[in-house]
């Protein structure tokens, strides 16, 4: 009760102080620049010139502290040792690309690069496309979106309850291992069976994103205009035909912005892989192996930080990429 009461409270101060910030500051640009009088004009020019910024000051203020100044800390521990004490320039760096498991992580998010975003934006089109043609389209939609409303953390604990193996001899609970058995086989511990246990997780994350995919694809697929489609037919072409040719190549856009959305999502996934496996059995990604640098044991903030600057020097190209895309989509 009183975890829910904190909460509560929280959202309860923070939405009150949004509120009381922008009226609180309006009142007083009012007062500073009157919308009246011999000087009105002037005053209503300056204070437009000002206001936007009541309203962007807060959220810049909260990005340089929580997303700017981590950033540049994370690049100056990366230069020190372990223990922030001695200053050793590039030598984190250099153990990096000696350490067996980064190399072992950059493989591994390397596949989930190649499988995640590719699987989760087929099956997002597919649903997309199927459940705007069948009566029940929206039930199943909210079906499939449903895992999007799970914490990676809730999802990963579901999942694993999918994969449980119990001993020889006793009832198994995980609902794979109870099918595998059904028909014939023998129960497997399947998150420690190398190198397919990364493709267990990683269908995880399929299972998240393809809602999100769905979602966006389907809005792109009923932005097509009506008129190429019927000419499509008209011209004697088949549904598959409509579908690869016409439909496809006219959200080719909207698919690279949830690919690479869903990319940039994959190159930052722990959550998942830290609650399944926590990166034993040849499971390591970069984010939990920054993680076990940064707080397991004896901290080394040099190391984590270093492996945080990889991980983030991975992700700002197609941040780039994806935001110019949809700039370009916009115009």
């Known amino acids: 009760m009183e975890l829910l009461l904190l909460a509560v409270g929280t959202i309860a101060v923070g939405v009150l102080g949004c ?20 000087k009105a004009g002037d005053n209503i020019r300056r204070a437009g010139l000002i206001r936007p910024w009541l309203f962007l000051g807060p959220a810049i203020l909260f990005l340089g502290v929580y997303l700017v100044y981590p950033v540049l800390n994370s690049i100056w521990l990366s230069m020190f ?59 199943g939609k909210s079906l499939i979106f449903m895992p999007m409303a799970i914490s990676f953390v809730g999802a990963g604990v579901i999942w694993k309850f999918i994969y449980e193996y119990r001993e020889p001899g006793t009832e198994q609970i995980g609902l794979l291992n109870a099918i595998w058995q059904s028909l014939g086989g023998t129960a497997q511990t399947w998150l420690t069976l190398q190198p397919v246990n990364n493709f267990f997780l990683m269908i995880v994350l399929v299972w998240i994103q393809t809602g999100f995919a769905m979602v966006i694809l389907s809005a792109a697929l009923r932005g097509i205009p009506e008129e190429t489609i019927e000419a499509a037919v008209l011209d004697g072409a088949s549904p598959w035909q409509i579908f690869f040719k016409i439909k496809v190549p006219q959200i080719l856009g909207t698919i690279a912005v949830v690919w690479t959305t869903i990319t940039i999502t994959v190159l930052k996934v722990f959550d998942i892989v830290f609650v399944m496996t926590n990166g034993q059995w040849g499971t390591q990604v970069l984010a939990n192996l920054m993680y076990d640098w940064m707080f397991r044991g004896t901290p080394d903030y040099g190391r984590g930080s270093a492996i945080a600057i990889v991980l983030m020097i991975l992700v700002l190209p197609i941040m780039i990429w994806n935001i110019r895309n949809v700039r370009r989509e916009m115009r």
Do not use: C, H
Not at 20 to 36: H, I, K
Not at 91 to 111: G, P, T
């Open 19 to 38: 509120m009381a910030w922008f009226w609180g500051s309006n009142f007083v640009l009012d007062q500073l620049l009157p919308p009246r009088g011999p």
């Open 81 to 139: 040792n372990g223990s922030s004490t001695e200053y050793v320039g590039g030598s984190n760096y250099a153990w990096l690309a000696q350490d067996a498991k980064f190399r072992e992580s950059m493989i591994n998010n390397f596949f989930w690069l190649l499988i995640v975003p590719a699987l989760a934006t087929l099956f997002g089109l597919i649903a997309a496309q199927l459940t705007d043609r069948i009566r029940w389209g929206n039930f």
